[in-house]
């Protein structure tokens, strides 16, 4: 599939769906019935650091990092609806933010080697260039600077993405519904829309990241505590969530 029609396509749908995700995958969370930065720590002491969020989305992480005394706020995102809504919330919350309106694949007004931290909540999965990004990202660090980063579980797609509709778990054994080697794109109708999105292997991940110059401090993959323990709910869903990784997070440094 052409990389320019999947931007659009994906830039289309968040610009007409923006207010469905007003503050969803946001600081502290990583991600659904997911561990949270409340353990994680992943950010350690922000105040007076600069950051930037690929995929800023509403802005609500961007609060959370100023709340937290972050000196400088950053974020990019590829909807202009997106960030029209964060301009507007962080306005409201007595925050001021840089926001830059472009892909992530292409995005150039950004200086180099100059932020503490990158991240993106739900974020990097998006891209239609894992490589091209984790370079332009590294390109942003300072040396030693920290790049974290939460997306959807691979296996948690090959063992199906609505665990509503298909018969996913049988006798406590979870069925594959797709390859896991499978990196093709695939469409996903989401509302009255349609979203266009690839799985990629663990393996891509990790090798595109040491070939962008980072190192790997730590990769998170637990759901939290209570969909692990909460054994009284029966349902397909609960069932796949104590069994299966729904997400997944990185922290890595620029070397
Ligand atoms: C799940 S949301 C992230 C939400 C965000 N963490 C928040 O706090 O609101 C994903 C975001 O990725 C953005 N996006 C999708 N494709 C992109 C791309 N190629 N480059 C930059 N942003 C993109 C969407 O516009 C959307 O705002």
Not at 61 to 80: F, M, N, V
Not at 101 to 113: G, K, V
Not at 181 to 190: G, L
């Amino acid at each position: 599939m052409d990389r320019e029609k999947i931007m659009e396509q994906n830039k289309r749908y968040w610009n007409e769906h923006a207010d469905f995700w007003f503050g969803t995958t946001a600081l502290p969370e990583y991600g659904v019935n997911f561990v949270t930065e409340d353990e994680l720590h992943f950010f350690q002491d922000v105040a007076g650091k600069k950051v930037l969020e690929i995929c800023c989305g509403s802005g609500h992480s961007l609060k959370y990092l100023g709340d937290r005394r972050a000196a400088e706020l950053w974020g990019l995102d590829i909807s202009h609806t997106q960030l029209d809504h964060a301009e507007e919330y962080l306005r409201q919350n007595g925050y001021h933010a840089k926001l830059l309106c472009a892909s992530m694949e292409e995005s150039t007004d950004i200086p180099t080697d100059y932020f503490d931290y990158v991240y993106s909540i739900y974020g990097i999965g998006w891209t239609t260039d894992l490589q091209g990004t984790f370079r332009k990202i590294a390109s942003y660090l300072k040396r030693n600077g920290i790049f974290i980063f939460s997306w959807h579980h691979t296996l948690n797609y090959c063992v199906s993405w609505s665990c509503e509709e298909r018969h996913i778990v049988e006798d406590d054994k979870l069925i594959f519904t797709r390859s896991y080697f499978d990196e093709s794109y695939f469409k996903m109708p989401v509302h009255d829309s349609e979203i266009i999105l690839c799985n990629r292997k663990i393996s891509t991940y990790i090798n595109a990241l040491a070939d962008a110059g980072f190192v790997i401090e730590r990769m998170v993959e637990q759901n939290d505590k209570e969909t692990m323990e909460n054994l009284e709910d029966g349902s397909t869903k609960a069932r796949k969530g104590r069994m299966c990784p729904i997400s997944m997070c990185f922290k890595a440094r620029k070397r």
